[in-house]
């Protein structure tokens, strides 16, 4: 199966190697001609701001939405804003990609000064992760929640998307992108 | 459930993997930080004078006001850094009471310690630091920097000193990650760094953080060129607000940054974007003016 990383902007190598050392085959996606070849997607960390912008001018957000409403993705941080059908905090005419039924808020957390690592328990499983300025999840719909902390949804799933405000990529946790490669087959 | 840890050398290095693939850009008013915003910058730079202006202006070049980085904090939602001095503990104090997200400890700005850099472990706030070279990646390192920018020659719009630095570091990488354990020893006496951390980058084949390109770029092609040598991003100082149409030349720094490998996307962006900046050849330039011969 080959999995696509949107690798507009943020740590999309690091989503590349974990998903690699978990046997999937990995395209980075920039165009609307990679993304048709890929079965499944992640939207990896960065600025969403910068990440909306990049989709915007070159045109993607017609195919992303069509991707996301019947395949595979999984967003963290930034790729959870981009999957919001809600976002607070967004800077004036910023658009989404949406399909997760939640309303996510930008920089929640605070600054950098207020990011930190945790263990959080992932659907059954313990792992550390940090949070990078992470957005907070504020509502819920349709989505499940997938799992929290201090009693706050901070990973969320909803039919073919998962999305987590956190990094797993950045301190190794395998079990987001373990229940995203399994979601594929 | 353990407790949640701030500040962990892993969520200071963590912002900067989050900006990789990205520009940011200098600015000296909240009026600038919204147009970087705006054009796609994952980052800016607050501080008083671009480098340019500090070169044509001369004087003691410090911290800025905290006003002034305090309108540029609420006026953006994405990170804002701040420079202090070389050397000067107290700016960064300031910076970090006044919550920005990263430290710039910058030879823009004029030095207060000709011996000693910031101790940059016993702070939250990250600080990413210059080098030239290899050796002197490594020590700031070792003194707790969090990100790491290849030093240029700021202010000039001349990019020959940005290529030489990125593709000094980076050869020196390569040349480490070729050498038996036996020869990192004198490699280390020669870098005048830890052993260990010359051993993790030999083994790892790369820096242990993130890696940026600054001081000289002006232009789309320029970002595309150090992306393409090997930069993790770009920092853009006076390149962008001296140039002719600020708006446009942020914008299309930013796209040329993520298509860097596709000269069609690069040419597409480089159309019309007006004069950049008059700039200067470092070759004119006396060597006490060099700012990247700053720091040691």
Same mark, same amino acid.
């Given at each position: 199966?080959?999995?696509?990383?949107?690798?507009?902007? %943020?740590?999309?190598?690091?989503?590349?190697?974990?998903?690699?050392?978990?046997?999937?085959?990995?395209?980075?996606?920039?165009?609307?001609?990679?993304?048709?070849?890929?079965?499944?997607?992640?939207?990896?960390?960065?600025?969403?701001?910068?990440?909306? =912008?990049?989709?915007?001018?070159?045109?993607?957000?017609?195919?992303?939405? *069509?991707?996301?409403?019947? /395949?595979?993705?999984?967003?963290?941080?930034?790729?959870?804003?981009?999957?919001?059908? /809600?976002? *607070?905090?967004?800077?004036?005419?910023?658009?989404?990609?949406?399909?997760?039924?939640?309303?996510?808020?930008? =920089?929640?957390?605070?600054?950098?000064?207020?990011?930190?690592?945790?263990?959080?328990?992932?659907?059954?499983?313990? *792992?550390?992760?940090?949070?990078?300025?992470?957005?907070?999840?504020?509502?819920?719909? /349709?989505?499940?929640?997938?799992?929290?902390?201090?009693?706050?949804?901070?990973?969320?799933?909803? %039919?073919?998307?998962? %999305?987590?405000? !956190?990094?797993?990529?950045?301190?190794?946790?395998?079990?987001?992108?373990?229940? !995203?490669? *399994?979601?594929?087959? | 459930?353990?407790?949640?840890?701030?500040?962990?050398?892993?969520?200071?290095?963590g912002l900067a993997e989050m900006l990789k693939g990205g520009v940011i850009m200098d600015v000296v008013t909240a009026e600038q930080a919204k147009i970087a915003e705006d054009a796609g910058a994952v980052?800016?730079?607050?501080?008083?004078?671009?480098?340019?202006?500090?070169?044509?202006?001369?004087?003691?070049?410090?911290?800025?006001? @905290?006003?002034?980085?305090?309108?540029?904090?609420?006026?953006?939602?994405?990170?804002?850094?701040?420079?202090?001095?070389?050397?000067?503990?107290?700016?960064?104090?300031?910076?970090?009471?006044?919550?920005?997200?990263?430290?710039?400890?910058?030879?823009?700005?004029? @030095?207060?310690?000709?011996?000693?850099?910031?101790?940059?472990?016993?702070?939250?706030?990250?600080?990413?630091?210059?080098?030239?070279?290899?050796?002197?990646?490594?020590?700031?390192?070792?003194?707790?920097?969090?990100?790491?920018?290849?030093?240029?020659?700021?202010?000039?719009?001349?990019?020959?000193?940005?290529?030489?630095?990125?593709?000094?570091?980076?050869?020196?990488?390569?040349?480490? +990650? +070729?050498?038996?354990?036996?020869? #990192?020893?004198?490699?280390?006496?020669?870098?005048?760094?830890?052993?260990?951390?010359?051993?993790?980058?030999?083994?790892?084949?790369?820096?242990?953080?993130? #890696?940026?390109?600054?001081?000289?770029?002006?232009?789309?092609?320029?970002?595309?060129?150090?992306?393409?040598?090997?930069?993790?991003?770009?920092?853009?100082?006076?390149?962008?607000?001296?140039?002719?149409?600020?708006?446009?030349?942020?914008?299309?720094?930013?796209?040329?940054?993520?298509?860097?490998?596709?000269?069609?996307?690069?040419?597409?962006?480089?159309?019309? #974007?007006?004069?950049?900046?008059?700039?200067?050849?470092?070759?004119?330039?006396?060597?006490?003016?060099?700012?990247?011969?700053?720091?040691?």
């Amino acid at each position: 199966m080959l999995v696509g990383v949107l690798a507009l902007q %943020g740590d999309w190598r690091e989503h590349k190697l974990l998903l690699e050392s978990l046997g999937a085959d990995v395209l980075p996606i920039r165009r609307e001609s990679e993304l048709s070849q890929v079965q499944a997607l992640v939207i990896p960390g960065g600025e969403s701001t910068t990440m909306s =912008n990049l989709a915007k001018s070159f045109g993607l957000f017609p195919a992303l939405r *069509e991707f996301v409403n019947h /395949k595979p993705t999984l967003g963290t941080c930034a790729g959870l804003i981009m999957l919001s059908d /809600k976002v *607070e905090g967004a800077v004036a005419g910023q658009e989404f990609v949406g399909g997760l039924d939640i309303t996510s808020s930008r =920089n929640a957390y605070g600054g950098q000064t207020y990011s930190f690592e945790a263990d959080v328990e992932i659907a059954g499983q313990i *792992e550390r992760v940090a949070f990078i300025r992470a957005p907070r999840i504020l509502a819920v719909g /349709k989505a499940e929640v997938i799992a929290t902390l201090d009693g706050e949804p901070v990973a969320v799933r909803q %039919g073919n998307l998962l %999305g987590a405000s !956190f990094h797993p990529e950045i301190t190794g946790g395998t079990k987001l992108h373990s229940l !995203f490669l *399994e979601s594929i087959s | 459930m353990s407790e949640n840890s701030n500040a962990t050398p892993l969520v200071k290095s963590g912002l900067a993997e989050m900006l990789k693939g990205g520009v940011i850009m200098d600015v000296v008013t909240a009026e600038q930080a919204k147009i970087a915003e705006d054009a796609g910058a994952v980052a800016v730079m607050a501080l008083e004078r671009v480098p340019a202006d500090i070169r044509a202006q001369g004087g003691v070049a410090r911290m800025s006001d @905290p006003d002034l980085i305090d309108q540029i904090i609420k006026t953006v939602s994405i990170p804002v850094m701040a420079k202090a001095r070389i050397g000067h503990f107290v700016e960064a104090q300031v910076l970090e009471s006044l919550e920005v997200d990263y430290i710039d400890e910058s030879e823009v700005l004029s @030095p207060a310690d000709y011996v000693n850099h910031i101790d940059k472990w016993g702070f939250k706030t990250p600080f990413v630091c210059g080098a030239t070279n290899l050796g002197e990646a490594l020590r700031r390192i070792t003194e707790g920097a969090s990100m790491i920018r290849s030093k240029g020659e700021a202010g000039t719009g001349d990019v020959s000193e940005a290529t030489k630095h990125i593709r000094t570091i980076l050869s020196e990488v390569r040349a480490l +990650a +070729a050498k038996t354990d036996d020869e #990192l020893y004198v490699a280390a006496k020669e870098l005048q760094a830890p052993y260990q951390l010359v051993k993790k980058v030999a083994r790892d084949g790369k820096l242990p953080v993130v #890696l940026f390109v600054a001081g000289g770029v002006a232009t789309p092609a320029d970002a595309a060129m150090m992306m393409q040598l090997g930069a993790d991003g770009v920092f853009v100082g006076s390149g962008i607000f001296k140039s002719g149409n600020p708006a446009a030349r942020a914008a299309a720094i930013v796209k040329a940054t993520t298509f860097y490998d596709d000269p069609k996307v690069i040419a597409e962006v480089s159309r019309g #974007l007006g004069e950049a900046m008059v700039g200067i050849n470092v070759n004119d330039l006396p060597a006490p003016h060099r700012l990247s011969e700053r720091g040691w």
